[in-house]
């Protein structure tokens, strides 16, 4: 357990560790406006510049690169700091969001998502930068306010999102060009007020050289690469290619296999800087703190993309409506996290807080299968209190997971629990929306076909039907040969009801992850021995003192 420390004097009030927080509040947004944003105008950006069936990359090729890259990232920075690995990512987000803006269509857009992904990989990890530079025991306070601060984006991206949509010439295209400018500044503060400590400080009597070649590139590959194959079978299934297809096969085992080589590669061969040092997974409460983590990412992903789908199939396509709607999942997950933040260390028992966490989020993933066409309200309240029940988790395994691992692997492991989060995330959200078309191509002949003949509509008429409802303009179903006023409201109803069904069978899915970080947090222990002063590192330890000696007080 580690003690109070100290500070250099006026540390608090410094120029330095003012602009740095500044600094980062910005990056955390960035992280959000990058991504939380544009994923709730994907369907207006396709109308706009599209249409494109491959829309659904930008978000997924976005959270694919930004898990894979974290491993890398957070390695490097343990080896020579963090500086100018966050000012990078920054820069990478302006060229991102320049070229986001100015694409001309949606294979444009997607190209950018790499580059967003990669910013994202620095953005992630702000609760590490905000809890390196705080005391122990207020990391609980400094997680609250660093949600406070991005709540503009976190809780109401999506009705920004579409404010920029209703309300500006450029439209859509003002998300990218908010990111590009939000990055732009960011990375200007950085680099006059973060200045964490020098790789001669971390690492006394190594050249950078040693410590480059040191790194564990091949086990960046096989995580890459497997990760690369298991998501392109997720994706492609029941998509572009039937799940029994060659294509879906061949790349589902080559990625399970691949990762399973990657874990035995990193546990059996003796690795001077092994891309994920094993020895924290001795540690069982960061283990747990990934495993609950990276379920609270799952309802966050997952709902990011669904819940505006749900809303404009079930409930209404007012551009604005959908926003408001769309900030419950954000801005209660926001006050979850401002409201228990607080209470962390003075309740403690962070065991029974994570479980009582993840049962909330369980029972209402489970109420929220219930929201039909019929259940507006209940479906807005329940979104929240998933929101509220995901904030809560994420607090906790984040301020957990931040604990207990060791100084000297903080950023390695914090970077591998939010690289697992984000991948599983990513999973999740392709395992969601695999079940949810699934489902939908055949709950919609099913409900559709008996409605729309009952009502009188020929069923000979049927295949020009489906054809034009693929379309979905007025014009298309009014050229259906038999085409009635009693058929379209027949219609609505009919697809109303397939789209409540599919939607139902992916929130009761959902079910079997919280219960595995149910089953898994009874496992956890209580870390209040390690809420104390202790400060990891200073914002001013990279800089030079009065007398031109650097300083070391940590």
Not at 192 to 215: A, E, N, W
Not at 393 to 409: Q, R
Not at 513 to 537: E, R
Request: proline fraction near 5%; hydrophobic fraction near 50%.
């Amino acid at each position: 357990m580690e003690h109070d420390s100290e500070v250099p004097k006026g540390y608090w009030t410094s120029f330095d560790f003012i602009g740095s927080c500044a600094a980062i509040v910005l990056l955390a947004n960035c992280l959000f406006i990058g991504y939380a944003m544009p994923t709730n105008i994907l369907n207006v950006i396709n109308a706009d510049i599209g249409p494109s069936t491959n829309i659904y990359l930008v978000s997924l090729i976005n959270t694919l690169i930004k898990g894979i890259g974290l491993l890398l990232v957070g390695t490097l920075s343990d080896i020579a700091g963090r500086r100018w690995f966050i000012i990078g990512a920054q820069m990478f987000g302006v060229v991102g969001g320049i070229i986001a803006a100015t694409a001309n269509n949606v294979n444009q857009v997607i190209g950018s998502s790499p580059f967003i992904g990669i910013a994202g990989c620095g953005q992630v990890l702000y609760p590490l930068l905000v809890q390196e530079i705080v005391p122990n025991k207020y990391r609980g306070w400094s997680q609250t306010l660093i949600t406070v601060a991005v709540l503009p984006t976190l809780g109401l991206g999506p009705v920004v999102a579409r404010s920029l949509v209703q309300y500006t010439d450029l439209g859509w295209r003002w998300t990218f060009w908010l990111n590009t400018i939000v990055c732009a500044v960011s990375a200007v503060l950085l680099f006059f007020c973060y200045h964490p400590p020098k790789f001669t400080q971390l690492r006394q009597g190594v050249s950078k050289m040693d410590q480059i070649k040191r790194i564990d590139y091949i086990g960046f590959f096989l995580y890459g690469g497997g990760l690369v194959c298991l998501l392109l079978a997720l994706s492609w299934g029941g998509r572009q290619y039937p799940w029994k297809s060659p294509q879906c096969i061949a790349t589902l085992v080559i990625g399970v296999v691949v990762l399973v080589a990657f874990v035995l590669y990193e546990v059996y061969m003796p690795l001077p800087e092994p891309l994920l040092p094993m020895k924290l997974f001795k540690i069982r409460n960061f283990w747990i703190a990934v495993v609950v983590g990276s379920v609270g990412q799952m309802s966050f992903y997952a709902l990011n993309v669904l819940w505006p789908t749900h809303i404009t199939a079930l409930y209404t396509k007012h551009n604005m409506t959908v926003g408001w709607m769309s900030c419950t999942t954000g801005s209660f997950l926001a006050l979850g996290e401002v409201l228990t933040g607080p209470f962390l260390k003075r309740n403690g028992r962070t065991k029974l807080q994570m479980i009582f966490s993840i049962a909330g989020l369980c029972i209402f993933c489970g109420v929220m299968s219930l929201s039909n066409e019929h259940r507006m309200g209940q479906a807005i309240a329940i979104t929240a209190m998933i929101g509220l029940m995901v904030g809560w988790v994420e607090l906790i395994a984040i301020v957990v997971a931040g604990l207990v691992i060791p100084p000297d692997t903080i950023g390695s492991g914090q970077a591998f629990f939010a690289s697992a989060r984000a991948i599983s995330g990513t999973i999740a959200t392709s395992i969601y929306l695999a079940i949810y078309n699934n489902k939908l191509t055949t709950f919609i002949p099913r409900e559709v076909i008996p409605a729309v003949t009952t009502a009188g509509l020929p069923e000979s008429s049927l295949p020009a039907l489906f054809a034009a409802t693929k379309k979905a303009t007025a014009a298309a179903l009014d050229s259906v040969p038999g085409m009635t006023a009693a058929v379209k409201v027949a219609l609505t109803a009919a697809q109303k009801r397939a789209y409540a069904q599919s939607f139902s069978i992916v929130y009761l899915s959902s079910l079997s992850f919280g219960f595995l970080a149910l089953a898994v947090a009874f496992f956890a222990s209580d870390v209040d021995k390690y809420m104390t002063g202790f400060v990891n590192k200073t914002v001013v330890q990279g800089k030079k003192d009065k007398e031109g000696e650097m300083m070391e007080k940590v």
